[in-house]
């Protein structure tokens, strides 16, 4: 038994150098070589910080696409889904508010143009995509908002859809904070 | 065909395509047969000399699990101090404080048994030093505990009759040299490259487009996820795990990590059947596995792809399927897959939120953990598997009306006890536990606890009773994951799941191992024309009846009081 005790702490001691010392640092070495510095790829505007790629943040006024609603307001320190059931009764009123809100800011739209993903929480709370669909219903508001021609934006909307991965397999999806930037940078 | 579906063909198309050809390494690994990697002998005698180990001593059963539960005993008191104490050691950046005893308690149970159930948050809950001196070593050291001791049931069968049973220290450091730490560079790169974090900066702030000032966690996130898969750990570096865009980028990286965390268990089980020199055996386990899976896998699709009902009657448009808990990235299909893998293999970490899916995946979901022997955890997954396995020859040595056999060793009184506590086990751990925690929740509603009872559930009616089940089946079955509105980090839901993940990992594997061991010094029985054959399709038609039957009758009431009456509910 007594031998049995002095190999394991022996043998922790050595693979605790092996395995988190010399395993984690030579892959935060070789992170100084990819985009972001393996810190996380920033995403600048006009040469100051404005988020993360691959973070979703809060975008609620009229002239910016939205992203979906989050159950910790876009928290990127305390991810979080609502984890709220499927038959909760104050999870399908707050649903059904939502929806209310997207066809009072989109009047031009009817109820079955909206996707689930406009009107359901994601399951990190930082969900940096929404669909296709999700920023076509809002294309109308934002050119009459921004005086800028539909089309014009429509276009924005196809160039910044992320097709499914190698065009085959899983969703398209479209980067909210990206797409927000361009359309800045639109006049 | 749409690309969700094919996304998730493709990605057990390549499982299966990196599984067989390691299984068949990992028999030769272990068998001490030549193989490519033994480039790395120096670096594991390395290892045996500092550590005073000679792997020339050979181990029976006993000694082995001696061995196995002295070093997994010395990690748990390494882990509960410094999970305390984390607060006063460095590598803190976020000034994260230390834990208090009953969670460091449940947390280092958790990671000790290969489980990594998470009652605290990633973000706020640990420091830089815990997550790689603790946490991540213990990702690393349980996946290979739970191989080596399905490394000693292999052994007990490769040979005619023997009590010498190789030696546990050479299993369990090659499991980490040759299998373990080598894929997990890979990914972990793959992960870093694809934009997982991966440095030790600590928390970054900027203001956003719309001038919301927001703070960002960081860290050694990729090192840490690579293993988390491949050693069916489960916990997440964040607190939304693989949900979490740094934790889990593209759907590119979500192929990698659903591949990663399925490969070992499913090649553990072509390794058996090429270690014993019976592929036969391997491939007919192998078929059942794969059959429970899709069985378990087709239904999740349907409900998810379906949408939520409710929603449909709002009128608006589901046209991928549910989306609550889910992110548009991944999209329902690989959401689904992910919840199947992983209830069935025991890694429980997430891409979606559980507790936000259909009713009848929760069910699906539950029972898979449930069963925990479909492929099923590192090493671990196949010893679940042999004490079904057991049953079946008994129960078909019954039916038969022969002494039961298996391999050509008699499975006598003292084998088959073992395997019925070891199967009751379960279900009395899941459901004593969910009956106390409901009455508590109904009767002491108001005990002064961090999270007062009545406060638990975060979903009211049936699903609330689901939270509960499924906490204490996750922790059963060394799963991990969870319906995670439930408010789980007092004192009542720390010991008592510490306790279940404790006896759920020990028993199940002192259980397997000892019968192994009983069986193997047994008399070789040749094979005559009166013998059970365990490598036919009758036979494994046999083990999937004794696997449905038995859960079944376990389990029904308490899925009938939970998801399957929400289900019921909801069809109104």
Known sequence: MKKYIIQSIRLTLVLIVLLCILYPLSIALAGKFSKGNGDGEKITKNGKVVGYALLGQSFTSPEYFWGRPSAVGYNAAGSAGSNKGPSNEDYLKSVSDRIDTLLKYNPTIKKADIPADMVTASGSGLDPNISEQGAIIQIKRIAAIRKIDERKITELVVKHTDGPFLGLFGPSSINVLKLNIALDELK | MNTELLGIIATFLITLAIAVPLGKYLAKVFAGEKVWTDFLKPLENGIYKLSGINTKEQMNWKQHLKALLTINLLWLVYGFFVLIFQDKLPFNPDGNPGMTPDLAFNTIISFVANCNLQHYSGESGVSYLTQQFVLMFLQFVSAATGIAA?????????????????????????????????????????????????????????????????????????????????????????????????????????????????????????????????????????GVMTIGLFLLLIPMLSSELGGNPALAKM?????????????????????????????????????????????????????????????????????????????????????????????????????IKIAAIITLLSPFLILVGTAISSYIFTNYGDAAWAVQPKAWLNNPGFHGFSEMLYEMTSSNANNGSGFEGLGDNNIFWNLSTGILIFLGRFLPIIGPIAIAGLLASKKFIPESAGTLKTDTKTFALMTFAVILVLNALSYFPALALGPLAEYFTMLK
Request: glycine share 10%; proline share 4%; charged share 15%.
């Open chain 2, 150 to 286: 399905a490394v000693v049931l292999f052994k007990a069968f490769r040979d005619k009759t023997t009590t010498a049973l190789g030696n546990f220290w050479e299993f369990f450091v090659r499991s980490i040299t040759r299998l373990l730490l080598p894929l997990s560079i890979v990914v972990a790169l793959i992960l870093t490259f694809n934009g997982t974090p991966a440095s030790y900066e600590g928390k970054d702030q900027f203001i956003s487009m719309q001038g919301d000032t927001v703070n960002v966690s960081r860290g050694p996130a990729a090192q840490l996820i690579a293993i988390k898969h491949l050693g069916t750990n489960g916990g997440g570096y964040f607190g939304a795990n693989s949900a979490h865009p740094f934790e889990n980028p593209s759907y590119f990286t979500n192929v990698v990590e659903l591949v990663a965390q399925v490969i070992i268990p499913m090649a553990m089980v072509i390794a058996f059947g090429y270690f014993i020199r019976r592929r036969k055996l391997g491939w007919t386990i192998f």
């Open chain 2, 315 to 415: 009128g608006i448009a589901q046209t991928t399927g549910a989306m609550e808990g889910k992110e548009v990235r991944f999209g329902p299909a690989a959401s689904a897959y992910w919840s199947t893998v992983t209830t069935i293999i025991s890694t429980g970490s997430v891409n979606s939120m559980h507790d936000s899916t259909m009713p009848m995946s929760g069910t699906w979901q539950l029972l898979g953990m449930m069963i925990n022997a479909f492929y099923g955890g590192c090493g671990v997954g196949l010893l679940n598997y042999f004490i079904y396995l057991i049953i079946a020859v008994f129960i078909s040595g019954l039916m038969v009306g022969r002494t039961p056999e298996f391999l050509g060793h008699k499975v006598e009184a003292r084998e």
